[in-house]
């Protein structure tokens, strides 16, 4: 069924009904699509532009319609149906369900604006699911960082070991990440909550339409305010596409951290048997596809945000067909964030951690230096003279073989002594700095002191950690 073709003198070639049908990927918004009409309905017959005796026969076939549809979909014989779109399907259905009378249903209203709605309320929906799975895989990270706020790991900074801090400040800080996507969901949701039905094809109706009923019936905060950029709006589309890609790049970052941890190189990790696979060949391979598959689909979601942004650009008010192209990518891209998203807790708790080897790392590479240069800046010396001596000093320990805290407190003041003598003699520099090297220093250079030290909101000092595990908890009660 055809919803124009009046002025048409011939049928339309089977190629082109074919090329231009969305119906098998539009169909996923058939509960919009008539939520959306009923709503709609439910408004002509309170502004008596239909009859209250139409509008209980087009609500009582659009149950049986929506019966029908989601039967189809079950048994996959949604493809045997011949229409255009979502919309002309409902249509044609409610028509053969309750004769003529069906066609008032779309009194005052175009696919162009009906079209909006349903992918608006079809986001509405999925971003509130998004959450709550975000929700959990934040929970997960909190609850597994709590385990973890005493446990040394390096910090890197280029994937060089820099400082030292506790795998729970590290793992809190995806947490954090995810809460950032979390709240930026809740943004768009709340911006691009606007009923976009009643904006006609572009140039509004001429019937007195009640939007607002419309809207609160369908739980919109509101309207839109210009006919033309409603239908040509799709920046609720393209702000969800650029969430999404930030969430996926969050995982993807995580995904890689699992990935290298997990690799005998680093063994820092063990992904339990349940969340591994093996090779077909190799038999002795234990392979982590969790976290390779998340980081491979970022490719896929970023790809989909851009094919919209490239399609949407340049494209003339108000509506053109390029936009049935703004679903599959976001139906992709949903899809994938949910799959993502609802293995990521039960893959996180599959990992357990390789304490040992998280210290020896940490323990390796010389990452109390800053340390070594605090100090001597507490002791009065610029940072910039102590941050010359901590150099000199590692280059020490490198060609001697030893660790800071290895070396004793002659070598620490001799190098000291030949760093500040160097400046004196530089013009620029006429300042005399006393310092002594004392035992003290051995408890600055304490990889476990050092993180303690670092006792400030936002540091990884285990209390602070604590309270941002605490923080972010609350924030969900």
């Known amino acids: 069924m055809k919803l124009w073709g009046g002025n048409f003198k011939g049928e339309q070639d089977s190629k082109l009904n074919s090329f231009n049908s969305s119906l098998p990927f539009d169909i996923k918004l058939y509960k919009y699509d008539i939520a959306g009409s009923r709503a709609h309905v439910k408004m002509l017959a309170a502004r008596n532009i239909i009859a209250e005796e139409d509008k209980d026969k087009i609500l009582n076939g659009l149950a049986i319609v929506e019966n029908q549809i989601e039967d189809a979909i079950k048994n996959n014989a949604y493809l045997d149906f011949d229409a255009e779109d979502i919309h002309s399907l409902v249509e044609e259905l ?129 309207i839109t305010e210009n006919s033309l950029d409603t239908v040509s709006d799709r920046d609720f589309i393209l702000d969800f596409h650029s969430s999404a890609v930030n969430i996926i790049l969050h995982l993807s970052s995580l995904a890689e951290e699992i990935i290298v941890w997990n690799s005998p190189n680093y063994n820092f990790i063990e992904i339990s048997d349940e969340m591994s696979t093996g090779s077909s060949i190799m038999p002795q391979k234990k392979n982590p596809d969790v976290a390779e598959l998340i980081r491979g689909k970022s490719g896929r979601i970023l790809g989909n945000h851009t094919a919209l942004a490239t399609t949407l650009k340049g494209l003339p008010l108000a509506y053109n067909k390029d936009l049935q192209e703004d679903k599959e990518g976001l139906f992709d891209t949903v899809d994938n964030l949910k799959e993502i998203l609802n293995i990521l807790p039960n893959f996180l708790e599959s990992i357990s951690f390789n304490r040992e080897n998280l210290e020896k790392a940490t323990y390796s590479g010389y990452l109390n230096a800053t340390e070594l240069a605090d100090y001597l800046a507490d002791k009065g010396l610029p940072f910039r003279l102590a941050h010359q001596v901590s150099g000199k000093t590692v280059n020490y320990g490198i060609k001697n073989d030893c660790q800071l805290s290895e070396i004793k407190i002659e070598k620490f003041q001799e190098i000291l002594d030949q760093v500040i003598k160097s400046s004196q003699n530089n013009k620029n520099q006429s300042e005399n700095y006393n310092i002594m090297i004392d035992q003290e220093i051995y408890s600055w250079l304490d990889l476990n002191n050092a993180v303690r030290r670092k006792n400030i909101p936002g540091g990884p000092a285990p209390e602070q950690v604590k309270k941002q595990i605490i923080n972010l908890q609350n924030l969900f009660k």
């Open 94 to 222: 409610l028509t053969e369900e309750i004769g003529s009378v069906a066609g008032k249903m779309h009194t005052g209203r175009s696919r162009n604006d009906q079209v909006a709605l349903d992918i608006k309320l079809y986001l509405k929906d999925q971003i509130k699911i998004l959450q709550d799975l975000l929700k959990k895989s934040i929970i997960t990270l909190a609850k597994i960082s709590e385990q973890e706020v005493e446990t040394l790991m390096p910090g890197y900074t280029h994937l060089q070991a820099a400082q030292p801090v506790t795998l729970g400040h590290h793992l809190m800080a995806y947490a954090w990440k995810l809460k950032r996507d979390y709240d930026k969901l809740a943004d768009i949701y709340n911006r691009h909550n606007l009923s976009p039905l009643g904006t006609g094809a572009l140039a509004g109706s001429s019937f007195s339409l009640d939007r607002e009923m419309v809207a609160e019936e369908l739980g919109f905060s509101g």
